[in-house]
């Protein structure tokens, strides 16, 4: 128990530290992600979060009071995401699964609210994973996504370099993202942020 005990509170302490630097140079996660879930409102029925990657987006959502499913192709990076959730006690809220964004294993328009948050520009098959997104969601659904901006990238691409990494990144773009829609008879929204840009996808029904 002491163990574990240990690593939620390392974990929970780097956390921190992430976003202590991000807000060093100007970019506050904390607001970021809540512009992003101000836009996505009202939000219920069944929720998914595609791409959970270390949870910062997941955090901001349970915080917030949802209870959602959580997908990443790498259960690695979701342990990260559980060990903040168990420091807050928000574990319960969200389910998570391993599972590739390109083929997501639930049923044809299963869920209600579908976020992708910073994950586009990490895809080199921007149709494929926008179409397999549309299979799942209901027919009153939306689709949220959202990524850095110019100044959001630039600012990333500068932190990485400053602790001697670089960021990774594929083909991947909102814009990509909005033509398909588009194409597909979807109605597209589209908003703006210090550091990023959010898309609310739905269907003209609407």
Known sequence: MK????????NHKRYLERIAI??????????ERSF?????????????EVGTGKGYFTMALARAGYNFFSFDISAEEQKYALLNLQYFGLAQQV?????DVESIPCDNSFFDVIFAVNLVHHLSSVRKVCAELLRILSPAGRIILSDFNARGFALVDKIHALEGRQHEMSTGSLSETKVFFTEKGMKVKEYNNTHQDVLVVCRLLM
Do not use: H, T, W
């Open 3 to 10: 163990a574990m005990d240990n690593e939620l509170i390392e």
């Open 22 to 31: 991000y807000r060093q140079y100007g970019y506050d996660i904390d607001k």
């Open 36 to 48: 992003i879930i101000e836009k996505a409102r009202p939000i219920s029925g069944n929720i998914l």
């Open 95 to 99: 389910s998570f699964g391993v599972a």
